[in-house]
């Protein structure tokens, strides 16, 4: 039995490419991912008002599927992963609260699914270098010589109390899966900065001039692609290169999901990385 | 003397700043003004107040500046400030609290993000998922009933990003029906009476 996986709205319409990357590289590995039946959106905000509980009810509805289908639950973007693993970690130490949502919804969630990111289970089920099944001994094409720098956002490690996935301010879960990959982590200033979020829809120049502050960076210090974790951040970071004014340097770079990577890596078939749907084309790096 | 004057038009309410405490569970009169939270926040260059300014302002009562700041919708709740801040405040729960005041209390809200949000909750409430399509072509038509001249300076910009989704492939016209669509409506639906019942409890109890 696979496990339970929670793609989220975005990976099944503007990140169908993350999605696929991950699937192919989950059932090389032997994790394979099994999507939870007739799936709704997360809500995409945690509620962090005291008395708000309603905002509570659509990440508890998956939480119930996922006890369906088993111990924990494994989503990929960033969002979806916040809102899970903090609705879990609340109603797990609330429990007027877990009573008050599962009366509202008639359903029966007994507050006790692991909400893991892909990432965790990387790392925790097969180990990097080490462990049960370590991803290094996996990898057929090394990605040797590759710089690449590890963006990780805000979403996927703050606030650290109720996330604890890594290092809040010097996170190091990215740098590993990537040395493990043959690649060479490039640290660089921005790494943790938030990227802009929804405002490119309202207020585009914010995460295009945040956009722009981040990827400089990374270019700055070497790097010759940027890794993501979360559908908005990949937007937010390729999308205002379309133009040469994305970087203050002028110099493109391209901006992958690291699942994308690892396909590379593992010696996936190229249908399978999803490079076409960049507006940096990250191919040139790859090419044989 | 005119400084004077409006020194003095600014009222304050001191029971704001324990109100924000009591629903936030942040402990807003502990800041001590460090700034560090202005100094990492990366939307802080569109903000008319500093997050360390609104804090300040919070605990002086200054009420009315602070809920028709555009401050409290320019977060976008990344959590930098709550993860430096040497007082273990956090100002993202500190936010949502204010954004929902202004909205019960009617301050006009920075217009915008709240058409934004409620265009991504009509989404998931008619398709079970979201829809970007349709989500921005509501998003947009709420703008166009505010304000014409912002609405075709934005619409442009987004025909544009429009166009370079649909031809990348990245958006599609059809939108994903989940089949517990009619159970999120009815959730939907119990939810909002659910909450204006409240409400009403509120008021009369």
Not at chain 1, 43 to 66: E, K, N
Not at chain 1, 97 to 105: A, C, E, V
Not at chain 2, 68 to 82: K, L, Q, V
Request: aromatic residues 8%.
């Amino acid at each position: 039995m696979g496990i339970p996986y929670f793609p989220g709205c975005t990976l099944s319409t503007n990140a169908k490419n993350y999605d696929r990357s991950a699937r192919a590289v989950a059932k090389t590995l032997g994790l394979e991912l099994e999507e939870l039946p007739e799936w709704q959106c997360c809500g995409a905000t945690f509620p962090l008002m005291l008395d708000d509980s309603m905002a509570l009810i659509a990440p508890t509805r998956i939480l119930y599927q996922a006890q369906q289908a088993g111990e924990r639950v494994t989503t990929l973007c960033s969002i979806c992963f916040n809102v899970l693993r903090r609705s879990q970690a609340l109603l797990e130490r609330d429990e007027e609260m877990l009573d008050r949502i599962n009366w509202f919804t008639e359903q029966d969630y007994e507050g006790n699914v692991y909400v893991a990111h892909f990432l965790e289970l990387l790392r925790d089920d097969l180990g990097w270098e080490e462990g049960p099944a370590p991803l290094a001994k996996h990898v057929k094409r090394p990605l040797t010589g590759l710089k690449a720098a590890p963006y990780y956002g805000c979403l996927l490690l703050r606030p650290y109390d109720e996330i604890g996935l890594d290092d809040p301010e010097n996170p190091r879960i990215l740098h590993d899966l990537l040395r493990a990959l043959g690649a060479e982590p490039v640290d660089f200033p921005y790494n943790v900065e938030c990227c802009g979020s929804y405002l490119m829809v309202k207020d585009p120049e914010v995460p295009e001039t945040l956009s722009q502050e981040i990827v400089t960076s990374a270019g700055e210090h070497g790097a010759d692609v940027v890794v993501t974790v979360c559908p908005l951040c990949q937007f937010n970071l390729d999308y205002p290169q379309r133009e040469s004014a994305g970087t203050r340097t002028g110099s493109r770079i391209p901006v992958v999901y690291f699942t994308q990577l690892m396909a590379v890596a593992l010696g996936l078939p190229e249908e399978t990385w999803g490079f076409e749907d960049h507006y940096v084309d990250p191919k040139r790096l790859f090419a044989e | 003397m005119a400084l004077g004057n409006k020194a003095l038009a600014v009222r304050t309410d001191l029971s704001f700043g324990d109100i924000i405490r009591e629903r936030s569970g942040e402990d807003v009169h502990s800041c001590y003004y460090c700034q560090k939270c202005t100094a990492g926040c990366p939307t802080a260059f569109v903000m008319d107040y500093k997050p360390a300014q609104l804090l300040r302002m919070i605990q002086l009562g200054q009420r009315e500046r602070v809920l028709s700041s555009t401050t409290i919708w320019m977060c976008i709740g990344c959590e930098a400030c709550g993860t430096r801040c040497p007082n273990q405040i956090r100002l993202a729960p500190v936010m949502d609290v204010l954004r929902q005041m202004a909205l019960d209390e009617d301050y006009a809200p920075e217009t915008a993000v709240y058409s934004l949000h409620r265009s991504f909750l009509d989404s998931i409430r008619m398709w079970g998922r979201m829809h970007e399509v349709t989500m921005l072509a509501q998003f947009k038509t709420l703008e166009l009933l505010k304000e014409y001249p912002v609405f075709f300076k934005g619409l442009l910009g987004d025909m544009k990003l429009g166009a370079d989704l649909l031809l990348n492939g990245k958006l599609s016209f059809i939108p994903d029906r989940i089949k517990g669509v009619d159970e999120i409506r009815a959730l939907y639906e119990e939810a909002a009476a659910t909450s204006s019942r409240e409400k009403e409890s509120e008021v009369s109890g």
